[in-house]
């Protein structure tokens, strides 16, 4: 019995190390190509070895696409859009999970609804809006038209529907205001919802690609995924050039993640608890 036991634990770490060397593969590859002149991604027999052509192809990548300009718009955009956003959608969720109102159950199906919309659909009326007030090319519309997260609200309203209502009750008898309430007693527990809920939206607005090419009119306003698809050449493209651009895009995901990733995990395990 213990042989026939600790076959199947060795069996499942064999599984497992198989299963992470294919998850760390393409990050592996990514750095290879970063290092690596771009004749040598297709080479044969393939280059599994870093090279020495990191600072050749940042100096080409910062000529073509001006790399540090472009992490400063994507810091800028997403850091500004996940505390505006998170916000907007704290709130919202607040209220159609605690507040009793004619017509609560009706909106938050509507926010519901909005989530099986594409979104390219709204595209054309937003670049409209945008238009008529002259904010194209602006960090405003890079930021705000999309504010509205229905999946943030959603995932929000759940947690706050778990909190219990008698503590709020009992704040009020004791004579809180509800402004009080909500950011001393209801937010401090929120701690692990709010760190998921801001991974979502800073993946989202980080690796957002279409609005950012319709509403953007020169280089300078760029985001990542805009100027990386500017690498992307009709009859040649410099993969080493783009390898070290999504190396430098990769970057901040990883460490905003590694940041908040203790709460990330408990607030997954919490919802799917609750």
């Known amino acids: 019995m213990s042989q026939r036991i600790m076959g ?11 299963f992470m060397v294919i998850s760390i593969f393409p990050f592996y590859w990514m750095l290879i190509g970063a290092t690596n002149h771009s004749s040598k991604m297709f080479s044969k027999p393939i280059t599994l070895l870093p090279g020495k052509e990191f600072i050749t192809n940042l100096v080409n990548l910062n000529d073509n696409i001006g790399i540090y300009r472009v992490l400063f718009n994507s810091l800028l955009v997403s850091g500004a859009y ?9 709130a919202a969720a607040y209220v159609l999970a605690k507040f009793r109102f004619r017509g609560a159950n009706l909106v938050f199906l509507l926010f519901m609804l909005s989530m099986m919309i594409p979104s390219q659909a709204t595209v ?6 945008m238009s008529n007030f002259e904010l194209l090319n602006t960090y405003f519309a890079l930021i705000v038209p999309q504010l ?6 959603f995932l929000m309203r759940q947690n706050f529907m778990a909190f219990p209502s008698e503590l709020l009750e009992s704040a009020r008898l004791d004579g809180a205001g509800e402004y009080r309430i909500f950011f001393q007693i209801v937010l401090p527990s929120m701690k692990p919802a709010l760190a ?31 100027a990386l698809s500017s690498l992307m050449g009709v009859s040649f493209t410099d993969y080493g050039q783009v390898m070290t651009g999504i190396t430098f ?14 709460h990330f995990i408990s607030g997954m395990l919490g919802s799917a608890l609750k």
């Open 8 to 18: 199947r634990t060795i069996g499942r770490y064999v599984l497992l190390a198989i």
């Open 82 to 90: 996940v505390l505006l956003a998170l916000a907007i959608s704290t």
């Open 124 to 129: 054309i009326p937003l670049f409209k809006l």
């Open 148 to 153: 509205c997260y229905p999946f943030a609200i």
């Open 196 to 226: 998921a809920t801001s991974i979502f939206l800073f993946m989202t607005q980080w690796n957002n690609f279409m609005w950012p090419l319709v509403v953007t009119t020169s280089s300078e306003m760029y985001t990542f995924p805009v």
């Open 249 to 262: 895009a990769t970057i901040p995901i990883i460490i905003f993640f590694l940041m908040l990733q203790k």
